[in-house]
T-cell receptor, first 110, second 113 residues
Framework: RKEVEQDPGPFNVPEGATVAFNCTYS??????FFWYRQDCRKEPKLLMS???SGNEDGRFTAQLNRASQYISLLIRDSKLSDSATYLC???????????FGTGTSLTVIP | EPEVTQTPSHQVTQMGQEVILRCVPI?????FYWYRQILGQKVEFLVS????????KSEIFDDQFSVERPDGSNFTLKIRSTKLEDSAMYFC???????????FGPGTRLTVL
């Protein structure tokens, strides 16, 4: 079983749309959760951490459901610059390594 | 804004040769990591390093791989005898604490011929 599973997409949405990505993880002892974005042939860049109570950063909202081992990311009012691959990241129970999902590709269309 | 740097940006080598990939983590960070990403695939953990020793390593990180912090700023990944399947982008990352967000360098693209 994969540590982290994501729908690879692609998601093609018009500017201004709302889009949601989901992710599931297998290790119930995982401690920390993140969303990263990766542009083509670039390094992963932190988008936001995901907290148990859910958190929001501007147009981005992240949710965590520990019981279902499920993480989500909601992007409102999509911009062209949001086009990227979104990586769901889960740490081990020791916190010493990241498990990455395969990523979900988003293209925002003018 | 502090950032992780990596050199070289692209390394081409012959199969069987040794390569050393270099990283300078963010200066006040204590935890260091190497990841690799084969083209079109997901980012995979190789090794984590803290207090001058390996904390965890994956199955990928076999005897051909080693890491070192030779001085107060550099963190290196050595591949002793490269194989064709080692061709990938190698990312270095660092974090202040274990379990915190990790900051990634721009990567070294390794091509093994």
């Amino acid at each position: 079983r994969k540590e982290v599973e994501q729908d690879p997409g692609p998601f093609n949405v018009p500017e201004g749309a709302t889009v949601a990505f989901n992710c599931t993880y297998s290790n119930s002892a995982s401690q920390s959760f993140f969303w990263y974005r990766q542009d083509c042939r670039k390094e992963p860049k932190l988008l936001m951490s995901v907290y148990s109570s859910g958190n929001e950063d501007g147009r981005f909202t992240a949710q965590l459901n520990r019981a279902s081992q499920y993480i989500s990311l909601l992007i409102r009012d999509s911009k062209l610059s949001d086009s990227a691959t979104y990586l769901c990241v889960v740490t081990t129970n020791t916190g010493n390594q990241f498990y990455f999902g395969t990523g979900t590709s988003l293209t925002v269309i003018p | 804004e502090p950032e992780v740097t990596q050199t070289p940006s692209h390394q081409v080598t012959q199969m069987g040769q040794e390569v050393i990939l270099r990283c300078v983590p963010i200066s006040n960070h204590l935890y260091f990591y190497w990841y690799r990403q084969i083209l079109g695939q997901k980012v995979e953990f190789l090794v984590s390093f803290y207090n001058n020793e390996i904390s965890e390593k994956s199955e990928i990180f076999d005897d051909q791989f080693s890491v070192e912090r030779p001085d107060g700023s550099n963190f290196t990944l050595k591949i002793r005898s490269t194989k064709l399947e080692d061709s990938a982008m190698y990312f270095c990352a660092s974090s202040e604490e274990s379990d915190n967000e990790q900051f990634f360098g721009p990567g070294t693209r390794l091509t093994v011929l």
